[in-house]
């Protein structure tokens, strides 16, 4: 019996949960969650696969379980990592929080050692985006350029977190150098799909570094979000539509083919905690052994970038309904 | 006090010359032809 621990189901967890038990590998999903009534009423909604499980980050993981997935805001990821690696069981986490992102890469070292994944940043961007990146990557001889733009957030932990990267300082990858600023400048008007269609993004740290990773020959990255999804306004809003916000990515890869250099555009475009649910809880179901052939796992801490088989993923996500686009035409003025 | 009315005037016009710079953006890579198509089928192999 393949059994995954879920903790948090916020609004990025809940619909996690609800992939987790429409899989056909995954037998038993054990729910943690502060909040015992919400947790009570997740697990009835998913039926007969999910459990709750009393449990906190202070109690090891308990024994059978083949992967532990975390949706929980930003600052309370580590330590369950931490409890996972110690266990030698998969981590994955949905989190976008630079800080928080760090904290999971700071365990390379303990999960090398236990011979374990950890996965970072396993949500719409950084998530999606990096195996959109990877796609694009793979199609090229040699890899210049990564833009990657987000809008949209999955509830009022990820509209927080979202705040907390534009007020703090930015960074990119620029001539392979890793480049912090506290200055944000290069604030740009990005084309999403429709119908998110144009939107005004700023330059932001949150996963330049996991993308460095999982295309390591890329000489320039930048991250970029859209502003407009953090306000006071927008929370008010998102409370207004029970399924949240939509969200949407934008990739966009140069490269060299043979002498010519050009540009690949993926996108995609879904409600927010929906596509970051779905790809939290794919990657902790591959990571489980319940979908084979979607990840190449090795033992330390990778963004999804960096261990995802694209095309096989994309494939996976597509037949849950969350799917990609190419921008197909001249993308520049 | 006139020279000080016109650098108030200056001001002015350039925080709103500034502010519509900002509302405005700084351009982005407009899709000027073509469109997004679906992932599908083939894509993945």
Same mark, same amino acid.
């Given at each position: *019996?393949?059994?995954? *621990?879920?903790?948090?189901?916020?609004?990025?967890?809940?619909?996690?949960? !609800?992939?987790?038990?429409?899989?056909?590998?995954?037998?038993?999903?054990?729910?943690?969650?502060?909040?015992?009534?919400?947790?009570?009423?997740?697990?009835?909604? *998913?039926?007969?696969?999910?459990?709750?499980?009393?449990?906190?980050?202070?109690?090891?993981?308990?024994?059978?379980?083949?992967?532990?997935?975390?949706?929980?805001?930003?600052? %309370?990821?580590?330590?369950?990592?931490?409890?996972?690696?110690?266990?030698?069981?998969?981590? /994955?986490?949905?989190?976008?929080? +630079?800080?928080?992102?760090?904290?999971?890469?700071?365990?390379?070292?303990?999960?090398?050692?236990?011979?374990?994944?950890?996965? %970072?940043?396993?949500?719409?961007?950084?998530?999606?985006?990096?195996?959109?990146?990877?796609?694009?990557?793979?199609?090229?001889?040699?890899?210049?350029?990564?833009?990657?733009?987000?809008?949209?957030?999955?509830?009022?932990?990820?509209?927080?977190?979202?705040?907390?990267?534009?007020?703090?300082?930015?960074?990119?990858? !620029?001539?392979?150098?890793?480049?912090?600023?506290?200055?944000?400048?290069?604030?740009?008007?990005?084309?999403?799909?429709?119908?998110?269609?144009?939107?005004?993004?700023?330059? @932001?740290?949150?996963?330049?570094?996991?993308?460095?990773?999982?295309?390591?020959? %890329?000489?320039?990255?930048?991250?970029?979000?859209?502003?407009?999804?953090?306000?006071?306004?927008?929370?008010?809003?998102?409370?207004?539509?029970?399924?949240?916000?939509?969200?949407?990515?934008?990739?966009?890869?140069?490269?060299?083919?043979?002498?010519?250099? +050009?540009?690949?555009?993926?996108?995609?475009?879904?409600?927010? /905690?929906?596509?970051?649910?779905? @790809?939290?809880? @794919?990657?902790?179901?591959?990571?489980?052994?319940?979908?084979?052939?979607?990840?190449?796992?090795?033992?330390?801490?990778?963004?999804?970038?960096?261990?995802?088989?694209?095309?096989?993923?994309?494939?996976?996500?597509?037949?849950?309904?969350?799917?990609?686009?190419?921008? +197909?035409?001249?993308?520049? %003025? | 006090?006139?020279?000080?009315?016109?650098?108030?005037?200056?001001?002015?016009?350039?925080?709103?010359?500034?502010?519509? *710079? !900002?509302?405005?953006?700084?351009?982005?890579?407009?899709?000027?032809?073509?469109?997004? !198509?679906?992932?599908?089928?083939?894509?993945?192999?």
């Amino acid at each position: *019996m393949t059994t995954v *621990m879920l903790v948090g189901t916020g609004a990025v967890g809940a619909r996690a949960a !609800r992939q987790l038990t429409d899989t056909a590998g995954i037998e038993r999903v054990l729910i943690v969650e502060r909040r015992k009534s919400h947790a009570d009423v997740v697990a009835a909604a *998913m039926g007969a696969r999910a459990e709750v499980l009393e449990w906190t980050a202070d109690s090891p993981v308990p024994d059978g379980v083949a992967a532990v997935a975390c949706a929980l805001p930003a600052g %309370a990821e580590q330590p369950i990592a931490s409890r996972a690696v110690e266990a030698g069981v998969p981590f /994955a986490s949905s989190g976008d929080d +630079e800080h928080d992102l760090m904290g999971l890469r700071s365990l390379t070292e303990p999960a090398r050692r236990a011979g374990i994944t950890v996965l %970072a940043g396993c949500g719409l961007a950084p998530g999606l985006s990096d195996v959109l990146a990877r796609h694009a990557a793979d199609a090229f001889d040699e890899v210049d350029e990564i833009g990657v733009a987000r809008a949209g957030t999955a509830g009022d932990a990820c509209i927080a977190t979202a705040g907390r990267a534009l007020r703090g300082g930015c960074a990119e990858l !620029r001539d392979g150098v890793y480049d912090e600023s506290r200055r944000r400048g290069g604030h740009e008007l990005v084309w999403f799909p429709e119908p998110i269609g144009p939107r005004e993004c700023e330059r @932001v740290a949150t996963g330049v570094q996991l993308l460095s990773g999982a295309v390591p020959d %890329a000489d320039r990255i930048t991250v970029r979000l859209a502003r407009d999804d953090t306000g006071a306004r927008k929370r008010w809003l998102g409370r207004r539509d029970p399924e949240g916000s939509w969200g949407a990515v934008r990739v966009e890869v140069w490269g060299r083919r043979g002498a010519a250099r +050009e540009p690949i555009v993926y996108g995609a475009i879904e409600r927010t /905690a929906i596509a970051a649910g779905t @790809v939290l809880a @794919v990657t902790t179901a591959a990571l489980a052994g319940a979908l084979p052939g979607l990840l190449a796992p090795s033992a330390g801490v990778f963004g999804l970038g960096g261990v995802a088989q694209p095309r096989a993923f994309l494939e996976e996500l597509s037949r849950r309904g969350v799917k990609a686009a190419i921008f +197909e035409g001249v993308p520049v %003025a | 006090m006139r020279a000080l009315r016109r650098g108030l005037i200056v001001l002015g016009v350039a925080v709103l010359a500034g502010g519509i *710079m !900002r509302l405005r953006g700084k351009g982005g890579v407009p899709p000027t032809s073509g469109g997004w !198509r679906e992932l599908e089928g083939p894509d993945f192999r």
